[in-house]
């Protein structure tokens, strides 16, 4: 493992597992299965019931003052929960619709304060990558 990546006194081994996106995680004797998914400067990283979001943080300073815009599905999912409709308010951060992909959860998140303007889906639908899900303003 002399070129496993280090943080701080921490060292480990990624690999590529059998599936896309899957990730296997070698801490000494230690080994962990993850899932990841990368779109638009974003990588999300599925383990253990709980998703991380990883953004740029450069990527992270534009979004939190992103003008208004259409929010898109970053890679082919089902939609499990919209929690907004038209009309609505919404705050940075706060999550507008759920979807499912590779068993997963995956929380869309407000890009910036505004408003909804129309959803484009439905729970239950299956959406693909760069699909119109929300238009705020």
Excluded: N
């Excluded at 896309?20 to 253990?48: K, M, S, Y």
């Excluded at 003052?65 to 940075?92: F, N, Q, Y």
């Excluded at 706060?94 to 995956?106: F, P, R, Y």
């Amino acid at each position: 493992m002399d070129d496993a990546p280090r943080v701080g006194p921490l060292m480990a081994e990624v690999r590529p597992g059998s599936s896309p996106g899957e990730l296997i995680v070698r801490d000494g004797d230690r080994i962990t299965r993850l899932h990841a998914v990368e779109a638009g400067g974003t990588a999300w990283v599925f383990h253990d019931g709980v998703t991380y979001e990883i953004a740029e943080q450069h990527s992270a300073r534009a979004r939190s003052s992103a003008p208004a815009g259409s929010l898109t599905a970053p890679m082919p999912a089902t939609v499990i929960d919209v929690k907004v409709k038209a009309g609505d308010e919404i705050k940075h951060g706060d999550i507008l619709i759920v979807l499912e992909a590779m068993k997963m959860e995956l929380p869309v998140r407000a890009p910036g304060d505004g408003r909804v303007v129309a959803v484009h889906c439905r729970p239950g639908e299956l959406v693909q990558p760069d699909t119109s899900l929300i238009e705020i303003l």
